[in-house]
């Protein structure tokens, strides 16, 4: 379905055409006092039919950049953006929503296709409609402005503007916070999520001390308060983010148990630009403290750590005892289990994939 180009003379046409519909049906099916009723009355149906009709177009374009077709989101987005704005105008509590949407999915279309300085003028616009909304009905809208903020400071991070960025998630985390006690379920995902990325962020700027604290409480997310098969797809990172900086600061036993689960999701996931970053911390923690790593690796992932923690890089592997899981072939142990390992091998360099365990 396309959208049409709503201009003002075509929805000026289109509501004046109604009003004279209307209220000749008025006069014809219920006498001459029904004329003005129907003149009056016709063009807001029109207008609720309108309405409808492009409520269900809106969700177009982001079907589009979903379908990695940016380009064609764009053009779509482009076709229709001066109805929504005349709309939003004209019927503010229904439109004004809907219009900040689809900002945001322009922005995001603007982003994939590589102009990341043309993106942040609609996602500017799409919060500030949100702060107007949310201060107006804060228990309805204060999410989606949540969520706007979010998706603002990613396209701020996308163009290195990073302190924008950094205060932008700020935000965005203070009011996923407040979410959270009405609905966990709902909101403490996107927290974890927010704190993430705030962290990561404050992590470039070279605060570590601050990154730490904000990824801790993500990982206390993760960790505590969700169960295990509904983690948030940034769960593997949040966690391998949070060991990292456990070791960097020599805190070695409290750095395993995330090391080792994020190390474990990741793997599942093929996220091999989440496990290469946290090779030196898992290293580290072993020679600082190996019986702990061990304990936590095999209370997180039921399996023994991977063969090359045991030697320094460009050192020949001792010869440790250590189960027959973790010999070189272990993880091949069923058709089902070569499949697993072919392709794990195939998004993870050799020797890391050697001991995954057998529930990848």
Same mark, same amino acid.
């Given at each position: 379905m396309r959208w049409p180009d709503l201009t003002r003379g075509l929805l000026a046409g289109f509501l004046g055409g109604a009003a004279v519909v209307g209220g000749a049906a008025g006069w014809i099916l219920l006498g001459p006092l029904w004329t003005i009723a129907g003149v009056v009355a016709s063009p807001l149906f029109a207008l609720v039919a309108c309405a409808t009709f492009l409520a269900f177009a809106v969700a177009e374009p982001a079907t589009h950049l979903q379908n990695h077709e940016p380009q064609r989101a764009l053009a779509e987005i482009s076709r229709g953006l001066w109805s929504w704005r005349y709309l939003a105008r004209i019927w503010p509590s229904q439109f004004r929503q809907p219009l900040a949407d689809i900002l945001l999915t322009r922005a995001e279309a603007l982003r994939a296709l590589h102009l990341e300085a043309q993106a942040l003028s609609p996602a500017a616009e799409a919060v500030a409609?949100?702060?107007?909304?949310?201060?107006?009905?804060?228990?309805?809208?204060? !999410?989606?402005? &949540?969520?706007? @903020?979010?998706?603002?400071?990613? #396209? =701020? *991070?996308?163009?290195? +503007?990073?302190? %924008? /960025?950094?205060?932008?998630?700020?935000?965005?985390?203070?009011?996923?916070?407040?979410?959270?006690?009405?609905?966990?379920?709902?909101?403490?995902?996107?927290?974890?999520?927010?704190?993430?990325?705030?962290?990561?962020?404050?992590?470039?700027?070279?605060?570590?001390?601050?990154?730490?604290?904000?990824?801790?409480?993500?990982?206390?997310?993760?960790?505590?308060?969700?169960?295990?098969?509904?983690?948030? !797809?940034?769960? &593997?990172?949040? @966690?391998?983010?949070?060991?990292? #900086? =456990? *070791?960097?600061?020599? +805190?070695?036993? %409290? /750095?395993?148990?995330?090391?080792?689960?994020?190390?474990?999701?990741?793997?599942?996931?093929?996220?091999?630009?989440?496990?290469?970053?946290?090779?030196?911390?898992?290293?580290?923690?072993?020679?600082?403290?190996?019986?702990?790593?061990?304990?936590?690796?095999?209370?997180?992932t039921s399996g023994e750590p991977p063969d090359w923690i045991y030697r320094l890089p460009g050192s020949p592997a001792p010869r440790l005892a250590r189960p027959d899981r973790c010999a070189i072939h272990s993880c091949i142990r069923s058709s089902s289990a070569a499949t697993r390992s072919s392709t794990m091998h195939s998004m993870i360099p050799c020797g890391i994939a050697k001991c995954l365990p057998s529930s990848l």
């Open positions: 409609i949100y702060q107007v909304l949310a201060a107006e009905k804060p228990r309805k809208f204060t !999410p989606g402005l &949540a969520g706007a @903020l979010d998706r603002q400071s990613s #396209l =701020l *991070a996308a163009s290195g +503007r990073l302190a %924008e /960025a950094e205060k932008a998630i700020a935000v965005a985390v203070w009011l996923y916070r407040d979410l959270v006690p009405a609905a966990p379920g709902d909101y403490l995902p996107g927290l974890a999520d927010a704190l993430t990325r705030q962290a990561e962020w404050l992590l470039d700027m070279g605060q570590d001390s601050a990154a730490l604290a904000t990824v801790s409480e993500a990982a206390d997310i993760c960790q505590d308060r969700l169960p295990r098969d509904e983690l948030p !797809p940034c769960a &593997a990172q949040t @966690l391998l983010l949070t060991g990292r #900086l =456990l *070791a960097g600061q020599a +805190r070695y036993r %409290e /750095a395993a148990r995330p090391l080792a689960r994020g190390w474990l999701l990741a793997a599942r996931r093929g996220r091999q630009d989440l496990i290469a970053p946290a090779i030196p911390a898992v290293r580290a923690a072993y020679r600082a403290d190996d019986a702990a790593l061990r304990a936590a690796w095999r209370a997180e």
